[in-house]
Nanobody, 125 residues
Framework: VQLQASGGGLVQAGGSLRLSCAAS????????MAWFRQAPGKEREFVAA????????SYADSVKGRFTISRDTAKNSVYLQMNSLKPEDTAVYYC???????????????????WGQGTQVTVSS
């Protein structure tokens, strides 16, 4: 299984970025796809998740109303549209896929089985 994240970069506060995650190697029809992020010196935190087969979405309170997660099943890809970016959004963003074999909640990192390599997002003030 491969999850290839891309689209990170440097942007000014108030700007936008769109992250992409190309998924391959298995069927994800029973999986949730999510984005987590990790800032220097901080723990990895949940950002957003969507169910691959049904488009159900969930967001962290800190990004609700600014970020949108979506998926394109024909392209086997998941996206994170990030608007109104803030300096505190600066982090490495990870794409992940999971079925909840260990944890029950989709906002917990151990719900997820597969992780991509991460893409850096830097928001300048």
């Amino acid at each position: 299984v491969q999850l290839q994240a891309s689209g990170g970069g440097l942007v000014q506060a108030g700007g936008s970025l769109r992250l992409s995650c190309a998924a391959s190697g298995r069927s994800f029809s029973r999986y949730y796809m999510a984005w987590f992020r990790q800032a220097p010196g901080k723990e990895r935190e949940f950002v957003a998740a969507t169910r691959w087969s049904a488009g159900i979405t969930s967001y962290a309170d800190s990004v609700k109303g600014r970020f949108t997660i979506s998926r394109d099943t024909a392209k086997n890809s998941v996206y994170l549209q990030m608007n109104s970016l803030k300096p505190e959004d600066t982090a490495v963003y990870y794409c992940t896929a999971g079925s909840g074999r260990v944890a029950a909640s989709i906002n917990q990192w151990d719900f997820y089985d597969y992780w991509g390599q991460g893409t850096q997002v830097t928001v300048s003030s």
